[in-house]
Every structure is written in C-alpha cells, then in structure tokens.
C-alpha cells in the first residue's frame, strides 16, 4: 500500500528506466497515489480507464492527478534520454506522444462511480519531428511480459537447486572452501533476486514484505555457518514464489485467453470485393462476411443469412443460438453452418468480449474485504515476526547470556515459520479463482467484495417482468366462439394487428407466425391507443380490443361472454374480443362476437425450480417485486413458490421494500434485468443484473452481471460465491493453524531449520491449490444445467 505521504516523484526517483517505457511509468504512477486502486491506459487507443476510491479522492482530483501523471512520466522519460544516449531517440518520441496525448483538455471525460474514464483524439504531431526521431530509433525495446518474468523466475529456481546441490557434494569431497562459497553465493543470488527486488520496492515505500523475511533468514543462515540451510529456503522460497505465479497466472488467464479467441483480422465487404482488415480497423457500418465454422471477429447485427451461433464464451449457455436478420452477434462467439452478413456495431476495445475482459481485471483489483484486512494485517505482522525476531537475539545473548549460535539459529528459523506467507495469499489465490470461474460461465462479479457480499446473503428479491417472467407479452390464449378454429381466428386478428405497433399486437402476429400462418393484407387500418384497433381483411370488417373499446360503441358484450373474461383476467390475462361483420351480401353491417384471445407476460418455465435451487444454496428467502395488480402478482407467485410478493410497486416503493427486507431478515440481493430497475439494483445490499450481453445499463448499474437471460446462473453465482467463502475460510485456518504448530515447534521442539523452512512453503503452495479448486466448480444443482424437458427435471427435482 503507498502511504498517502509517499509521492510518485519520491517514489520513481531512483527507479532505472531500464525496460520501461514513459507510458509504463505514467501508469505506475498514477497507482503510486493514495486512493487509486487500479489504471487501465492504452495510448493506441486513446482511452484511460482510472479507478479510484471517492471516499480518499474527489473526481476533480482524479482528473487533476491524471495531467500531473501525465507531465510527470513525460519528463521521466527525457531524463531516461539524457542518461541513455542510445535510446534518446525512442524516448523523447514516447514523451512527445504521451504529452500530446495526455493534455490540460481531453475531448471526454466521464465520471462515474469511482471511476474516471477519459478519451482523446489522436494526437497530432509534426510530421517533420516524428521523421526525425523515428529515424534514429535504435530498435523497439521489449518489456518483458508476466510470461518472459515467470520463465526467468522458474530458471532462476532451477539453478539455486543446481549450486546448491553443486556446493553440497562439493562440499563432501573436500573441495576447497572459496569454490564451495562461490557456488553458494550463486544459489544465494538466482534464489533471492525477485524476492530482493520486491523488497527493496517495499522499502522504497516504507513498508515490510515477506520476501525480506526470507532473505534475513537466508543470509542469518549464511552469517552463522550454515549457508547450505540458507540456500535450501531460498530455493524451497523461489519455488513456492514460481508455483504461485503459475497458479495465479492460470486464474488470470482463464479470462484473458478468451480474447485470443478473437479473429485478428476480418473479411470486409466493399462494394464487390471482399478485403481483409485488421479488426481494429474496423468502424460501425462496415459490413463483415463471416462464413460457417469462423468466429466473429467483432460485435455486430446481422443483415443477411440465418445461423446457429455458439455463444459459450460471453453467455456461458451451452447450446447454440439461432441468429438471423436483425440479431446481435459478439465477437469471439463461433459461427455455425450458415453464411453470415453482419454490419459493424462496436469497436474491437469496446466488443462486449473486451468488455468481459477490461471488468474482471478491474475485478481483480478490488479486493475483497478478507483481502484488504489481511493486507493491511501483513505490514503490522511482519514488523512484529522482524522486532520479535531482534529481541529473540538481544534478550538471550545479552541479557540471559546464552550461547549466541542457538540463540541466533533459533531466531532465524523464528523468522522462517512466523512469516504469513499462505495467511496472505490464501485470499487471493481463491478470489481470484472463483472470478474467474464465474467469468468463463457468463457470470461476472465486479468485484472480490461483491464476491464475498454474495455469500452472506438471506434474501433475494426477483423484479417480476424480465426476470421471473419473459419481459415481453405473448400470446396464451385463443378461444374461438362459433364455428371458426383457432388458426382461422388466429389468422384473421393477426393480419388486422400486423399494422399495429402495440406490444399486444405483436405478440399476436408473433404467435401466428410461429404457427406458420400466412396473413392476409388489412385495409382501412385505424389504431385507437389504448383500447383497440379495426381495419378490413377479406370482404370483412374487423373490431379487435377490450371491454372498454366496445363499450364506447355501444357494442353489448353478452353475459356468458363477460363471465368468461372476468375468468381470464383473474388468472392474470390481458383479454382482447374479436368481433366482425360482413361488408357486402345478405348479412351485411350485422356483427357478432367471434372469439377472445389472451395474452400474458410468460412466466419463465423454468422459474419455481430456481427458487427452490435458491433454498438449496442456503437463501432463506425468496420474494417478488411489481408494479403489476394484485391479481396478476398472487398467480405468479403461487406458480413460483416464492415466499413473498408485493405488487403494484412504483420504483421509490421497491427501494423502500428493500429497506425493509434488509432490517427484518438481513443482506438482500436484486435481481432486475438492469434497464429500469437501476434505483432498485444500487439500494440492495447486491444488484444482479440479467441479459447483461450488450446491454451497457447493466454493466455499469448491477454488482454482479448475468451475461444470457438464463435464471440458472442465479443460484449458480450463489453457490459459487458461497464455496468460494468456505474455501477462504478453510486456507486461513489452515494457514493460521500451520503457523502456530511451526512456531510452538521451534520453541518447545527445537525445530530445525529446514524442516520449518518445508512447513512454510509447502503450507503457502497447499492453500493456493487449495484455491485453484474454485477453477473446477460446476455448482451444486448441475442438473440444472442440463438440457432437459421441464418434465423431466421436476421429477428429478422431487426425488
């Protein structure tokens, strides 16, 4: 943690600008402030995504500390030239660059919850002076990525074993003293060299780590005779470091890799020809081919052809989905059998799989609260393991005049054992884990707190449209009077509503087309809002709309006919009465009653099995919130099961249920489908958002996000959420329970140094396995994964 004293200049003052670049450096810097968690800069682009916490710093602050970063890196990197001849060149450019892209007045800024966001045109620069310097750059320099570090770190590792082992037989051969020595003094330097670089950083920021620990103890070790010791906990420590660094890069990665998934380039219509493009030279409009079995290379709407899409990656749903004209694709998803058209919809850094990428690392960067707690525990710890190790030396050889070689050996082993490497890392090993988990299953947590918040949870409140239900209205009723069949009624109310742009009408015309009906033309059409439409199908005249559309015609409504509708409506139907009258012949002008038809907000299928799935996971209470009457509420909650409802519900009125939820039963979560319900996700205690995919309401509204519509993922991320509490808990406990015996050990057994040397370590490597376990997490109800009729599953469900 950088103390709020510490300043970037104090902080970088000595740093060697060796491999790094000046955008490196701005970015580092700006981590150096108090009150910034994570920075997210990408000059190519433009764009600088800042996250910091409003309680230390003001959002007018934020944008100030970006410029003073900003100017700050810039003339680090003409320092950098003026040390470094050879590269005056490359980094006077990177600064001219960073300095015109990074002005006073940037085009946008935006700021929202906690987050400063800021773009900027493309710089422009003097063709001139950039022809000059690009002239004389000496060749691109590298940095090394995590990749090229955890390589060297591995090898590093190997060769601490290979001296040390070395050194030993050596040793046993009588082999002079100055070539054991050396060859020690090897296995000291490749053991310790990360660990004397992450301490010395942490030094510069006035701040203890392990590592020093480690490395006090090695060179204690060396200081009282017993260098093999010291080089064998160096070598255990690397080794442990590099096994941590493979395990957390495999979390990490779980989400990474999925933009490798993505095409680099794509096939662009112009005009005739199809070109191929890099997709970051994509622009919305453009017009992309993607043939069957290719992935979509960006996020776009289809305008021609029909295909199944395999959506895994961003949803997490496991079958594929139909996709045709007017559709939105995502880029990374797998085409099926189908020829594609898909026009531009999104940039390539702002896809919805960039996006699902750019929120688990910021996930990652805000902590859990174990993991902030046990942060802010390891400095205050590892001053006391260091004074208790000082006083393990002073006391005994100074005072209790005790021999100095035990005395001193045993501090040193006191330093070995009493170091919280696996209290500290148990956290992060398995937040991360489970992150990334629910991140690759199209569930995604913002955040390790959001993590642990939902795993305290009692209650879950469901906003009824668009969660438990569909969200649009469909048809669930024809009911013909005379001699007509559904179908033909069906048709001819269809073709009077498909002029219609009411959402009832729709479902209509929707219905009769999944039945494959073809409508005829309607003539004459005329809306009246709210209350009906007419129009002329087939020598016909057609009336279709409620009670109140007749009653203004003085269109009596039979008696049985009323007693019927009163049914339907109490079962939660929107009831709608055809009526017609010929237009030519006999019977002409003389109209009559030809049938109802109903329709509903569908009730999800699959809804009462997730509520009781819910109770499985440990949720004590499920209720439902609406806006709708009483009527239609009741009948959704007795088909779901849940244990509350309250209908008739403006927006302040659901904040206000949630309110009192949270002080009768404890930590309540929303789950809202994040377009309307924004008051409602932000006043829970955890706001999930459904149908996140593209939805940007969502994303920047909810806590957790549900990437498909799919109510499975509910107690799925709950589940998850909880397993991963219990596994935190199991690794500090172990964690805590491995230090007290090692300890205890050393005082009351005389432990030796190399056994507590494989203590510490193999108890670090087991709580990060222990974590990487969350990656294999299926959920404790997988049947409800399975693609099964619902029949099927209910039975299953009871048994």
């Not at 966001?117 to 710089?123: I, L, P, Y």
């Not at 309250?646 to 929303?670: C, F, I, W």
Request: glycine residues 8%; proline residues 5%.
């Amino acid at each position: 943690m950088i103390t709020a004293e510490t300043t970037p200049e104090q902080r970088f003052s000595n740093v060697p600008p060796s491999g790094l670049r000046c955008t490196d450096v701005f970015a580092d810097t700006l981590r150096g402030y108090a009150g910034v968690k994570a920075v997210h800069y990408d000059y190519n682009q433009g764009r600088l995504r800042l996250i910091y916490d409003p309680e230390v710093i003001s959002p007018e602050r934020a944008l100030s500390l970006v410029n003073e970063a900003g100017r700050l890196a810039a003339g680090r990197a003409y320092q950098c030239a003026a040390r470094r001849e050879n590269s005056k060149a490359a980094c006077a450019l990177c600064a001219l660059q960073l300095g015109q892209g990074l002005g006073l007045d940037p085009e946008r800024v935006v700021f929202r919850n906690g987050i400063l966001e800021v773009t900027w045109a493309e710089a422009v620069r003097p063709a001139a002076e950039v022809e000059e310097l690009s002239a004389h750059l000496p060749g691109r320099e590298i940095t090394p990525s995590r990749l090229d570090e955890r390589r060297i770190q591995g090898l590093f590792t190997i060769l601490t074993a290979f001296f040390t082992l070395t050194a030993l037989l050596l040793q046993r051969w009588d082999t002079p003293a100055p070539i054991v020595n050396g060859l020690f003094a090897l296995a000291y330097l490749t053991g310790g060299w990360f660990g004397l670089l992450a301490s010395l950083e942490a030094l510069r920021e006035k701040t203890l780590n392990v590592d020093l620990l480690m490395i006090l103890a090695a060179l204690g070790a060396a200081f009282i005779g017993s260098p093999a010791e010291g080089a064998a906990l160096l070598f255990l420590f690397s080794l442990s470091n590099t096994l941590q660094a493979y395990a957390m890069d495999r979390s990490r990665k779980a989400i990474e890799k999925l933009l490798d998934l993505r095409p680099q380039v794509a096939t662009v219509r112009r005009g005739s020809r199809l070109v191929t493009l890099p997709v970051e030279k994509l622009v919305p409009g453009d017009i992309i081919v993607v043939r069957p079995g290719e992935r979509f290379p960006i996020d776009g709407e289809v305008i021609s052809g029909a295909s199944e899409v395999n959506q895994a990656t961003i949803t997490g749903e496991s079958m594929p989905v139909s996709k045709q004209v007017g559709d939105s694709v995502f880029a990374g998803t797998v085409n099926g059998n189908g020829s594609l058209e898909v026009r531009v919809t999104r940039l390539a850094h702002d896809t919805t799989l960039a996006r699902i990428v750019q929120m688990v690392e910021e996930a990652q960067a805000n902590k859990a609260k174990t993991q902030r707690v046990l942060d802010t525990f390891e400095q205050y710890y590892a001053f006391f393991v260091l004074g208790a190790a000082v006083l393990l030396i002073v006391i005994p050889y100074f005072v209790l005049g005790q021999p100095f070689y035990p005395t001193f050996y045993r501090a040193m082993t006191w330093l070995v054992v009493a170091s919280p490497c696996a209290l500290v890392i148990s956290t992060p090993a398995s937040i991360l884990s489970a992150i990334a988990n629910g991140a690759r299953n199209g569930v995604l947590f913002k955040g390790g707190v959001h993590l642990e918040r939902a795993a305290r949870l009692k209650v879950v409140a469901f906003d009824k449209t668009g969660t438990l239900t569909h969200g649009v209205p469909q048809l669930t009723g024809v009911y013909p009077l005379e001699n007509l069949d559904e179908n033909t009624l069906l048709q001819q109310v269809a073709a009077v509503e498909a002029r219609s742009e009411h959402p009832l009408g729709a479902a209509i015309v929707r219905a009769a087309q999944e039945r494959g009906l073809s409508l005829p033309t309607a003539l004459n059409f005329r809306a009246f809002p709210g209350r009906g439409v007419e129009a002329q199908v087939e020598e016909r005249h057609w009336l279709v709309g409620n009670v109140r559309f007749f009653a203004e015609r003085n269109l009596p409504i039979p008696t049985a006919l009323q007693a019927r509708i009163q049914q339907l409506e109490a079962e939660g139907q929107t009831v709608m009465l055809a009526y017609t009258s010929n237009l030519s012949g006999p019977e002409a002008g003389v109209g009559r009653f030809v049938g109802l038809l109903t329709v509903a907000d569908a009730l999800r299928p699959e809804a009462a099995l997730i509520v009781q799935a819910l109770k499985r996971v440990g949720i004590e209470r499920v209720v439902m919130l609406t806006g709708d009457n009483e009527r239609v509420a009741a009948r959704i909650a007795a088909r779901t099961g849940v244990d509350a409802y309250y209908a008739n519900l403006l927006p302040q009125d659901k904040v206000r249920v949630l309110r009192e939820l949270r002080e009768t039963h404890g930590s309540v979560a929303m789950v809202g489908d994040g377009v309307n319900d924004a008051p409602s996700l932000a006043a829970a205690d955890l706001g999930i958002a459904m149908g996140g995919a593209g939805t940007d309401v969502a994303i920047e509204t909810a806590d957790v996000i549900l990437m498909s519509d799919d109510l499975r993922k509910i107690p799925y991320a709950l589940g998850l959420a909880r397993r991963a509490q219990q596994v935190v808990w199991q690794n500090l406990s172990f964690a805590l329970a491995m230090i007290v015996v090692l300890v205890v050990s050393t005082f009351g057994a005389t432990l030796p140094l190399p056994l507590g040397v494989l203590g510490h370590e193999g108890s670090t490597v087991i709580v990060v396995l222990n974590g990487l376990r969350l990656l294999a997490y299926r959920g404790t109800d997988t049947w409800l994964f399975q693609r099964k009729p619902i029949s099927r599953m209910l039975r299953q469900f009871s048994s």
